[in-house]
């Protein structure tokens, strides 16, 4: 589950290194600051490349603005579907050809997808892009949907429903509980719905949402000319469709749970309304105040009792190493989710999820001193996350698609600096005045754990 959270979504810098040669007349890299350049085709196409200090390995994205919030009618599941099929049959190359081309060459291609976007992204060594781009593309964007490889994946699809952590399954339910709309939509394809899904539902959810204005496409160590070149080929019209329309979801407050047995590790969702990324001045205050909460134990060893506490959220958890908190923020187009994620054994369960409700109840508590340490924590994850070009190719082509425009890490430091304490206050206190309208879920020991409305009235 790729979600919209920084530093993930919004400041990526390349890594440093040095590319082995000079293949296909392709310029050297000149080790000076990154570079960012970006154009609009007429059809609506985004694209950018970032020119990197010196890279091993590059990366392409091609994403659409076609979650799983889009999914409608016979089409809910369908971009469960997408991802598992994502390394099938294209129009112009077998899947048996393209996934032994890659792995001959040390290339990946790989699809994550949210309630938000889709991504196909290939990450390859540079000297080899201009060959293997069009495997991208035939995944992307030219698919066959044979109804014998759709058969092949419904078992895939099966496992996987297996196969969910209890910490990524308490996220899905959560935003289920949350949203009345499209985001309540699962990122998973449901067990009576893996049968009866069609190929036809699946090149309609295609046709209908993976429009040229709602895509994007970034790189990370390709010339902008190949990048370029590439977003040509997806769609040949040069005119712009007409404007997609959108159904807008309603936060609501409510509580659901999945079982998992009596005695068994308990996780803890609550969450209130967010914002989206239409303001990233203030994603970046939500952001902030995740990181002064705590976003959990920092580990110092090898073993999960090696870990020193985040403050102010690290301290509840005492003495006992099977406890933790940390706090979330999750952002779509318009709205999002800001919460408190804890788990801990079923003997515990309902302490802590009381801890969880009236931290939440009182985040606009936070002093100037703990922004200030969660603004140094924010930046040092930013900073350590930000050597990766699928991560940094996957962000650049997130903030095309949100009108965001962050070339470097250097930009984001200065944004967040540039944030007063006290506007970053009043957005605590706003979330801390939400919480009667806290929306709970629970994966665990569920007898063990109060009801929503035990927990409002402890607030």
């Given at each position: 589950m790729k979600l919209l959270t920084l530093p993930r979504a919004f400041s990526r810098r390349i890594s440093t290194g040095k590319v082995i040669d000079n293949v296909c007349g392709w310029p050297k890299p000149d080790y000076g600051p990154m570079e960012v350049q970006r154009s609009e085709l007429m059809n609506g196409i985004r694209v950018a490349a970032a020119k990197p200090m010196g890279s091993y390995m590059a990366a392409c994205t091609i994403m659409f603005q076609a979650g799983s919030r889009y999914e409608i009618d016979d089409q809910i599941g369908a971009t469960h579907f997408l991802r598992a099929i994502s390394s099938c049959t294209g129009c112009a190359y077998t899947a048996f050809a393209k996934n032994r081309h890659l792995q001959q060459n040390g290339a990946s291609l790989t699809c994550t997808s949210d309630r938000q976007s889709i991504s196909y992204t290939l990450r390859c060594p540079p000297t080899v892009y201009p060959e293997l781009k069009y495997y991208l593309l035939d995944a992307a964007t030219r698919c066959c949907f044979l109804n014998w490889e759709?058969?092949?994946?419904?078992?895939?699809?099966?496992?996987?429903?297996?196969?969910?952590?209890?910490?990524?399954?308490?996220?899905?339910?959560?935003?289920?509980?949350?949203?009345?709309?499209?985001?309540?939509?699962?990122?998973?394809?449901?067990?009576?719905?893996?049968?009866?899904?069609?190929?036809?539902?699946?090149?309609?959810?295609?046709?209908?949402?993976?429009?040229?204005?709602?895509?994007?496409?970034?790189?990370?160590?390709?010339?902008?000319?190949?990048?370029?070149?590439?977003?040509?080929?997806?769609?040949?019209?040069?005119?712009?469709?007409?404007?997609?329309?959108?159904?807008?979801?309603?936060?609501?407050?409510?509580?659901?749970?999945?079982?998992?047995?009596?005695?068994?590790?308990?996780?803890?969702?609550?969450?209130?309304?967010?914002?989206?990324?239409?303001?990233?001045?203030?994603?970046?205050?939500?952001?902030?105040?995740?990181?002064?909460?705590?976003?959990?134990?920092?580990?110092?060893?090898?073993?999960?009792?090696?870990?020193?506490?985040?403050?102010?959220?690290?301290?509840?958890?005492?003495?006992?190493?099977?406890?933790?908190?940390?706090?979330?923020?999750?952002?779509?187009?318009e709205t999002g989710i800001f919460g408190i994620v804890a788990k801990s054994r079923a003997s515990v369960a309902r302490m802590v999820t009381q801890g969880a409700a009236e931290f939440l109840a009182n985040v606009g508590e936070l002093n100037f001193k703990q922004i200030d340490i969660g603004k140094k924590r924010l930046k040092v994850n930013m900073c350590l996350n930000d050597n990766n070009c699928v991560n940094s190719s996957e962000s650049l082509a997130l903030q095309l698609a949100n009108s965001v425009q962050l070339d470097n890490c250097a930009c984001t430091l200065g944004l967040i600096e540039s944030i007063s304490n006290d506007e970053i206050c009043c957005t605590a206190r706003r979330l801390s005045h939400l919480s009667p309208c806290t929306a709970v879920a629970v994966v665990g020991d569920i007898g063990e754990v109060p009801h929503d409305q035990f927990l409002v009235h402890r607030i």
């Open positions: 759709i058969d092949d994946r419904r078992a895939l699809i099966r496992e996987d429903l297996h196969r969910i952590p209890p910490e990524q399954r308490l996220m899905d339910i959560l935003q289920s509980v949350m949203w009345c709309g499209p985001l309540s939509n699962s990122m998973f394809c449901v067990e009576e719905r893996i049968d009866s899904m069609t190929a036809d539902a699946l090149d309609c959810f295609v046709k209908t949402n993976f429009r040229t204005d709602c895509c994007s496409v970034a790189s990370v160590g390709v010339p902008f000319e190949e990048t370029l070149k590439l977003a040509e080929k997806i769609e040949a019209r040069r005119e712009r469709p007409a404007p997609r329309c959108h159904m807008l979801s309603c936060a609501r407050k409510g509580f659901e749970y999945y079982d998992l047995g009596r005695c068994s590790d308990t996780y803890i969702a609550l969450g209130v309304p967010g914002c989206g990324t239409c303001d990233i001045t203030n994603l970046l205050k939500h952001a902030i105040i995740a990181a002064a909460c705590g976003v959990g134990p920092l580990a110092m060893g090898q073993h999960s009792t090696d870990n020193t506490p985040q403050p102010p959220l690290g301290m509840m958890v005492g003495g006992d190493p099977h406890t933790f908190y940390k706090a979330f923020n999750i952002s779509y187009a």
